[in-house]
């Protein structure tokens, strides 16, 4: 079968650069401007790829392009990065064979777009599902997040990748892809802070502003006014062909993709902030007692909102930006910062915090991208790492120096894998040779990475050595120790032959690069290969509530504080480039080298000179020479006699012999002309891709012819084995029908037969039954026959019977409404006399009887207080009413009475005829009816102390209790004691109990009370007595009601005489000695207290003023 060879046929220029003739550094160039003119921007060398950055969107990424090229082999269409991806990956899928993609050229060439360009084609052709569409599609989106975080817009290219990004998606053995690891490399995170004249800071600011919603950026304390931020340059802020919002829609939703979750989103985005925040925060001096300046914030608004985004104390920030704490030790010493250290501590925070975003980021995604299977993987690496830079406006500073020693090292690599070893490899398999020249650049990777007198080695050594350190003694120590290397140059260097060059300044130095020679400003240097964040600011920020915030800074973890310096920048970065370069060793490489066609970004101009440059520094002339001298193709003996064995009768299906020898006779056998292979120690060469093509393409029609085989002796196989299946099945199959037949066949006879005899069993049974019920019909006629004549006989007897019976009723009818005439005639007269009264006596006695009945239940309580009384039914009956109501009352009294013992009597007695004297007379008497009458109220008899006066009294004391006797000559009262008994009255001292005056009952006249509710009283004796000598008895008690009660109830007793008279006015007089005094009672106001008091106003009035009663 032919090989199609649309790559040599009907081609701009020329496809593949191998076939190029004449060739020359001219023809080279206009081949790939020929080819560049015509939209064709990818051109081969051998396995390589050239990619010309068209700067404009060519419709041959198409899903249409992806069949095209899936499946195909290299060289069989025209030359496309699809091609290159087709290879790799069928490379991995089909041979086992680990691969990598190293996409290499300078900034603005087109790598990333390359990069993106092999993971699409990748995740068109390889595997589908559910499973597996997510994570192809979480290996794309991966790509958004990153950019955004880690691109910028820089005078090269306006979507630069700031950051190495290196991939390897890992796929298993059907090439279904499994997940992916991804590495980063060295962020140049001091864009954060400052960015170059015309370019802009990381996307995701301009991004976050412009694309955010108003909710969003409130609740982040953002303007979406990008002025408003001191870190973000204004001179480009809006790029052409980029629209910040609709990418930040993008970005959320390719993080949504990629897993991330919505509260995780918000930290980052708040990250963000805080950073635009930390930008705006400034610093003013402030004047010290030791004339030094310490630096204060300036403005206190952005600080609190950083710190309350991030739940930082406040305090706690200010603090660490006006001092810092050293520690050596166990000895911690806190020196102040100024103004400038103040804003260096808050740029290495930005760029701390946001670089570690970054790599937090970095690690996210790879937690959901990793694969989740244990099995053994296969694994495809993509490499795109910042492109080579140098700068001639501005200063290259330490960052270029990195991103440039990175390139080298690919350089180097590539050299190491296409050039040296292909050489190399020709060598020691004894294939004839003449050797290519070409420039190796391990001289310039030793230079910079030597561990003892490398650059970066310097750099560190200076920035650990103790002592002052600066960005000149650097420079000074670079030019005693490199000047004698030949890709180093420095003004003072020891080489004189730089002395008079002024294009070199004092502080640069400069390198010759493979890609040209690059100056370095060695200002910022030191610094930033120290990488210092001062370790209050940490803490600082460990004590963030934000968990983000705090899990980014976890040295500032007081309980893990490491003295140790941290690794510099330079030998964190110089260590993973080197773990890098060991990774791309293991696999096999596939090379996309990148050429920017202009400077302008602008798609159709091509400019010679800078593509020149290109091809030079990249080593393609080179690289062409050693494939058109070389060998296209090389194999071991044993893969290469495995994979074509069946090209050849004798070699297949197995090869008894040594491998080389099974190859010999297989090349000889396929007529393979002598000068397209060549036979190496191990391996077998093959000179021309047409040649293995052929082969190639041998194999699959042999392929093909033995899958015919295969398949034609497994359908003979599969058929033979069904038929046999059938035929024991068909005898299984008949046995069974037969059996069936001849069951339905007997089933039927039965049936039959069956039917025959139920026919005649059917006719001779119909017959008898026939007979049967001829002889029964016959029985009933006669039957019924009798019945009807009984029935005839029967009716005419009852119809007599009813007849005799109805004249009998008829008569006794008459005869009673006869004997009713009669008497209705005999006692009409009675009746009219008589029935009336009789009629009105019973219904009142209904009447009566029913009203007794109804007291019954409608009786009200046992309470003599109780005033209730049934309703009266009839007017005729209110008489007996209320004299049932009064009978009933004086019985439930009587009852109530029939309770009472005889004291219990004796003190309602008392009560009772407290409340004749009293009740509506004295206004103290209401007060004294819920007060028990107690008498003895001073226990006279259990009291020791009266002992004396209880022998004084013979009869039994029924009152005791104190009482004041009022002094005549000032009207205040001198208590004494007060008995009463059966016969006389005793007033004694209340203190002694020595008896003062002992009145009989008799002397006794009268007692006089005010009206009002005091306690005074006077004892008026009988004139011409022995007590009354000397006079009357004016006093006052508590118990007044209960005294004058008992002294009246007891003294009428005792005189037996008609009652003691009481008096009851506001005006009498009283005896005292020979003179009459008046006692007058008027109404005090209440606030003269709530006792009465008396007051003597002459000789002959004392006046007793009574509270009136509230
Ligand atoms: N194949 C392509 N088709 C269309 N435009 C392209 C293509 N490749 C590159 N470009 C354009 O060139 C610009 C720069 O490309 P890219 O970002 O890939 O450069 P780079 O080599 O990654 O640069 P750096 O090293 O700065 O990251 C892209 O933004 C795009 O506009
Ligand atoms: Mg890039």
Not at 422 to 448: H, K, M, S, V
Request: proline content about 3%.
């Amino acid at each position: 079968m032919e090989v199609k060879t649309s790559l040599l046929d009907n081609m701009i220029g020329v496809g593949d650069m191998v076939l190029l003739e004449p060739l020359n550094e001219n023809s080279f160039i206009e081949n790939l401007r020929k080819r560049f003119d015509h939209n064709e921007i990818y051109t081969y060398i051998g396995s390589v790829v050239i990619s010309m950055n068209p700067y404009r969107s060519l419709p041959i990424f198409t899903p249409e392009k992806v069949e095209e090229y899936r499946n195909r082999n290299f060289y069989e269409l025209s030359p496309h990065i699809y091609a290159l991806a087709d290879e790799a990956y069928r490379s991995l899928r089909d041979q086992d064979k680990d691969q990598c993609i190293l996409i290499t050229g300078e900034s603005g060439a087109g790598k990333t777009e390359a990069s993106k360009l092999v993971m699409s084609y990748v995740a068109a052709v390889c595997g589908k599902g559910q499973e597996v569409n997510k994570v192809k599609e979480q290996l794309l989106q991966s790509n958004p997040v990153l950019e955004a975080f880690g691109n910028a817009k820089t005078v090269r290219n306006d979507n630069s990748s700031r950051f190495g990004k290196y991939m390897d998606i890992e796929f298993d053995f059907k090439g279904d892809p499994l997940g992916g690891v991804i590495s980063n490399y060295l962020l140049e995170k001091s864009r954060v802070c400052k960015q170059p004249r015309g370019e802009r800071n990381f996307h995701i600011f301009y991004q976050l502003l412009s694309g955010a919603s108003d909710d969003t950026l409130a609740k982040l304390k953002l303007n979406r006014d990008f002025s408003k931020y001191n870190y973000l340059s204004l001179d480009s802020a809006t790029v052409n062909g980029l629209d910040d919002a609709a990418s930040f829609r993008t970005v959320r939703n390719a993080m949504q993709i990629v897993g991330f979750m919505e509260d995780e989103v918000e930290s980052v985005l708040e990250l963000v902030a805080a950073v635009l925040k930390l930008g705006n925060i400034e610093f003013k001096p402030e004047s010290r007692v030791n004339g030094f300046d310490e630096s204060r914030v300036k403005d206190k608004n952005d600080l609190k909102e950083m710190c309350e985004l991030l739940g930082i104390e406040q305090s706690v920030l200010e603090r660490a930006f006006s001092y810092r704490t050293v520690e050596a030790k166990m000895e911690k010493v806190s020196t102040t910062l100024n103004v400038a250290q103040a804003y260096y501590a808050r740029d290495a925070l930005a760029k701390n915090l946001y670089s570690r975003l970054f790599s937090w980021l970095v690690t996210r995604i790879n937690e959901s991208i990793k694969a989740q299977a244990k099995t053994r993987h296969k694994v495809m690496g993509v490499l795109d790492i910042y492109g080579f830079e140098i700068f001639e406006v501005r200063d290259n500073s330490f960052e270029q120096f990195i991103i440039n020693y990175c390139n080298e090292k690919l350089q180097q690599i590539f050299i190491e894998l296409t050039l040296r070893e292909e050489q190399e490899e020709y060598i020691r398999e004894g294939i004839e040779w003449t050797n290519i020249e070409y420039f190796n650049n391990a001289i310039i990777c030793d230079l910079i990475e030597n561990n003892q007198n490398g650059i970066l080695a310097m750099l560190d050594e200076e920035c650990l050595r103790p002592g002052t350190v600066t960005d000149e003694t650097f420079l000074d120590k670079l030019n005693t120790i490199c000047a004698e290397h030949q890709h180093f140059e420095s003004r003072l260097s020891k080489n004189s032959k730089f002395l008079t060059d002024h294009s070199l300044p004092h502080s640069c130095f400069r390198i010759q690069h493979y890609a040209g020679k690059v100056l370095y400003r060695v200002e910022g240097f030191v610094d930033k290969n120290n990488d210092l964040l001062y370790r209050d600011m940490s803490q600082a920020m460990y004590k963030a509530t934000h968990s983000l915030m705090k899990q980014l800074f976890p040295e500032g973890n007081p309980a893990k504080v490491n003295l140790k310096r941290p690794p510099t920048a330079g030998f964190q970065f110089k260590a993973s480039v080197g773990g890098l370069m060991r990774n791309l060793q293991t696999k096999n490489p596939n090379y996309i080298r990148c050429i920017k066609p202009n400077d302008k970004k602008a798609a159709h101009i091509f400019t010679d000179s800078l593509v020149c440059h290109q091809v030079r520094y990249l080593g393609l002339m080179e690289n062409v020479r050693v494939r058109r001298a070389g060998y296209a193709f090389r194999q071991s003996y044993e893969s290469s006699l495995e994979r074509y064995k069946m090209l050849c009768k004798q070699t297949w299906p197995h090869w008894r012999g040594a491998a080389r020898d099974g190859v010999e006779v297989l090349l000889t056998d396929c007529s393979v002309p002598a000068e397209e292979f060549a036979y190496g120690r191990s391996k077998i060469f093959i000179r021309n891709p047409r040649t293995l093509f052929t082969l190639e393409e041998r194999r699959r029609a042999c392929l093909e012819n033995l899958a015919t085989l295969i398949q034609k002796i497994y359908r003979g196989w599969k058929c033979r084995t069904q038929f046999l299946l059938l035929k024991k099945s068909q005898v299984v199959v008949s046995a069974w029908y037969r059996r069936y037949a001849q069951q339905k066949k007997y089933q039927k006879i039965k049936s039959s037969t069956l039917v025959v005899q139920s026919f005649i069993r059917g006719w001779k049974a119909r017959k008898i039954l026939r007979q049967l019920k001829y002889e029964k019909r016959c029985k009933e006629a006669v039957t019924t026959i009798a019945a009807y004549w009984h029935g005839t006989q029967a009716r005419r007897e009852l119809r007599r019977l009813k007849e005799v019976a109805r004249r009998k009723h008829a008569v006794a009818v008459i005869w009673a409404y006869w004997q009713g005439l009669q008497v209705r005639r005999e006692y009409r007269k009675f009746f009219r006399a008589n029935a009336g009264r009789k009629i009105y006596n019973f219904t009142i006695q209904r009447i009566m009887h029913k009203y007794f009945l109804g007291l019954k239940t409608t009786m009200p309580s046992m309470s003599p207080i109780d005033n209730t009384w049934p309703a009266r039914p009839f007017n005729f009956l209110a008489g007996t009413h209320s004299e049932l109501k009064r009978i009933f009352h004086f019985w439930r009294c009587k009852k109530y009475q029939g309770q009472f013992t005889e004291e219990k009597k004796a003190v309602y007695e008392e009560k009772l005829e407290a409340s004749e004297i009293f009740k509506d007379k004295k206004a103290l008497y209401p007060s004294s009816v819920s007060q028990p009458f107690k008498g003895d109220y001073l226990e006279i008899q259990k009291n020791p102390k009266y002992q004396k006066l209880n022998s004084a009294v013979e009869d039994k004391v029924l009152l005791a209790d104190v009482v004041n006797k009022i002094n005549r000559a000032n009207g205040k009262g001198a208590p004494r004691l007060f008995l009463l008994t059966k016969n006389n009255f005793v007033l004694a001292d209340q203190k002694t109990g020595q008896v003062k005056a002992s009145v009989p009952l008799p002397d006794l006249t009268s007692v006089s009370v005010s009206t009002q509710s005091d306690g005074f009283f006077a004892l008026k004796l009988k004139e011409g007595s022995a007590s009354a000598a000397k006079g009357d008895f004016l006093l006052s008690s508590e118990h007044l009601i209960e005294l004058i009660t008992k002294l009246h109830r007891t003294g009428t007793a005792a005189a037996q005489r008609d009652q003691i008279n009481i008096d009851i006015s506001d005006e009498f007089l009283v005896h005292f000695n020979q003179d009459k005094v008046c006692v007058k009672f008027i109404q005090g106001s209440p606030k003269n207290g709530t006792n009465a008091a008396c007051k003597r106003r002459n000789n002959r009035l004392l006046e007793v003023s009574v509270p009136s009663s509230p």
